[in-house]
């Protein structure tokens, strides 16, 4: 069981959160800058923006039934701040066109596999069916981005 005074659970989905509409951002900026593939960035963009969404509602879940929840694997908010720091830096070369586009989707890449990206069923599970669902859309959703992206590296390298 999660205890309701455990902050740091609290501040940790905040900042996975606001990890999350960073990421949105770091999307909008590649549709500006790369109109040919502008569709395919607002889909990116549109999850990481459901994403954030979805921690709304497991902080609310987890407020009203700590019970339901148990910590696993812990993740630092050094790390989630350090990460979201790094994307803003990304963003602001990228539009500024100090990174050219075709690095750019490397790091996309490198950031949907980043730890970030990928811990957020470790470090909190649940027996909540609904915010488990949540959890398990946003799993299969960076898991996808990190095979669309994959894919536009392959057609872009062919």
């Given at each position: 069981m999660?205890?309701?005074?455990?902050?740091?659970?609290?501040?940790?989905?905040?900042?996975m959160?606001?990890?999350?509409l960073?990421?949105?951002?770091f999307?909008?900026?590649f549709?500006?800058?790369?109109?040919?593939?502008r569709?395919?960035?607002?889909?990116?963009?549109?999850a990481e923006?459901?994403?954030?969404?979805y921690?709304?509602?497991i902080?609310?879940?987890?407020?009203?039934?700590?019970d339901h929840?148990?910590?696993?694997?812990?993740?630092?908010?050094a790390?989630?701040?350090?990460?979201?720091?790094?994307?803003?830096?990304?963003?602001d070369?990228?539009k500024k066109?100090?990174?050219?586009i075709?690095?750019?989707?490397?790091i996309?890449?490198?950031m949907e596999?980043?730890?970030i990206e990928?811990r957020?069923g470790?470090?909190l599970?649940?027996?909540?069916?609904?915010?488990?669902?949540?959890?398990e859309?946003?799993?299969y959703?960076?898991?996808?981005?990190?095979?669309r992206?994959?894919k536009?590296?392959?057609?872009?390298t062919?």
């Amino acid at each position: 069981m999660v205890q309701k005074e455990s902050t740091d659970v609290f501040d940790v989905l905040q900042e996975m959160k606001t990890h999350e509409l960073w990421m949105a951002e770091f999307y909008r900026a590649f549709s500006e800058v790369w109109p040919a593939e502008r569709e395919f960035w607002f889909d990116m963009e549109r999850a990481e923006k459901r994403h954030a969404q979805y921690l709304e509602k497991i902080v609310q879940c987890l407020t009203e039934k700590p019970d339901h929840f148990h910590l696993g694997r812990p993740i630092r908010l050094a790390a989630i701040r350090t990460s979201i720091s790094g994307i803003q830096s990304v963003i602001d070369q990228f539009k500024k066109r100090k990174i050219p586009i075709y690095k750019a989707i490397f790091i996309a890449r490198d950031m949907e596999q980043s730890v970030i990206e990928s811990r957020v069923g470790e470090f909190l599970k649940t027996e909540d069916i609904e915010c488990g669902a949540l959890m398990e859309e946003m799993i299969y959703d960076t898991k996808s981005h990190l095979e669309r992206l994959t894919k536009k590296i392959g057609e872009w390298t062919k």
